[in-house]
C-alpha cells in the first residue's frame, strides 16, 4: 500500500526506513529521495514511525 500516492512511497519503505534510520517522517521521506508534496500523508506517516520504534510519544522520533 502506498503512504505517500504524491512520491509513491510505500508504506513497506517507511517502515524499513523507521527501523534503520533517525528522524520524523519527513526526514526519512528525504532519506528516500523525496520531499513531502502536499503534505496530507504525514500524519499517518508519523503513526507508522512511531509504530515500528515502538513508541507513541511524537517527540521521540525527532534525533538528539
Do not use: F, W
Not at 517522517?25 to 515500528?52: F, N, T, W
Amino acid at each position: 500500500m502506498y503512504i505517500c500516492v504524491c512520491n509513491a512511497i510505500r508504506e513497506s519503505e517507511l517502515r524499513t526506513a523507521a527501523r534503520e534510520r533517525l528522524g520524523d517522517a519527513e526526514m526519512l521521506y528525504l532519506s528516500l529521495g523525496h520531499e513531502p508534496q502536499c503534505r496530507q500523508c504525514l500524519a499517518d506517516a508519523e503513526k507508522i514511525v512511531a509504530h515500528e520504534r515502538g513508541t507513541t510519544d511524537m517527540r521521540t522520533l525527532l534525533p538528539h
